[in-house]
């Protein structure tokens, strides 16, 4: 087992799929086969299901990617200290919201390529899940929206709050009125982000509490899905202000005055107390506190 392999593994664990990971790494497909042959030879355990062109982790191959991420880890890590001194350079593995990326990340990103053009970052899209990945440390740090978040194992930092709205269609009967309450959405067709994000389960312990629990609920893993579907008319969205700033503006979403607790989440750094600062990390961990 060499690095060349774990890599090969890991993007493969990442892609799901030979012929993605081929062309990720610049590979013959047959040297993707070859590698993971050799790992799964080594192990005397297969390491993926195969499906046709597509591939799934089974039980052994999960238990491998925590330690491949490790084992990486640690040698990008060595590498950055034996090289101390230079200018950073580097994988960065960073989980963030879409809507954090889209509307949040542009000028870090900006800036990071513009000051250290040897930092290479990956981005993973997730919801509250980034912060489980931060703790198994399968990610150098994460940018979540969550409630402050206060943990023994983690190093977080507050950048800005970020107010979440109920949003509707100028035209919807919902925006015609001065004051909605939670009874209101009862009837409601509700345009949702998945279960584990956290302004989703904000909205819906609110109306919870009041007794509402709508049964028509859509639920989408694309925030810009969620927004053309209320534009449409076809329900209620609960978005990040950052998100839909400009629709607000040009009239093509309308906010509604809720009678109910008010929404705010914090953007937040966040990365395990036990991972190293390398010269990349701090290098991105300082502009996004300086940008955000």
């Known amino acids: ?57 089974t039980e052994p191959g999960e238990r491998l990617l925590l330690y491949a991420e490790k084992i990486l880890s640690l040698a990008e890590e060595a590498k ?35 000051q250290f053009p040897k930092v290479e970052l990956v981005f993973r899209p997730g919801f509250h899940a980034d912060l489980q990945s931060v703790l198994a440390q399968e990610l150098d740090a994460a940018v979540v929206l969550e409630l402050p978040i206060e943990s023994p194992h983690l190093v977080s930092e507050v950048l800005q709050a970020e107010q979440i709205l109920i949003l509707a269609a100028p035209d919807h009967p919902l925006a015609q009125q001065d004051l909605v309450r939670p009874a209101d959405f009862e009837q409601e067709s509700l345009l949702l982000t998945e279960t584990d994000c956290r302004y989703r389960q904000l909205f819906e312990q609110a109306l919870g509490k009041a007794g509402v629990h709508p049964l028509r609920k859509t639920e989408f893993s694309s925030v810009e899905a969620i ?31 809720f009678d109910g607790p008010e929404i705010v989440l914090y953007t937040q750094l966040v990365r395990h107390k036990d991972k190293w600062l390398s010269p990349a990390l701090q290098a991105f961990w300082q502009l996004a506190r300086e940008t955000l």
């Open 80 to 114: 950055a200290v034996v090289s101390q001194g230079q200018e950073p350079s580097g994988t960065l593995r960073i989980g963030t919201l879409e809507s954090l990326c889209a509307y949040r990340l542009p000028p870090v990103l900006r800036c990071l390529h513009q």
């Open 227 to 257: 927004k053309q579907c209320a534009i449409g008319g076809l329900g209620i969205a609960v978005l990040p202000e950052m998100s839909v700033a400009a629709d607000i503006e040009q009239g093509r979403l309308q906010p509604l005055e």
């Open 1 to 57: 087992m060499d690095l060349k392999q774990l890599v090969t593994f890991r993007t493969a664990a990442t892609e799901l799929s030979f012929t993605r990971t081929a062309e990720a790494l610049n590979y013959a497909q047959s040297s993707v086969t070859v590698q993971i042959q050799a790992l799964e030879e080594e192990f005397g355990l297969p390491m993926f299901e195969r499906r046709g062109k597509k591939v799934t982790l």
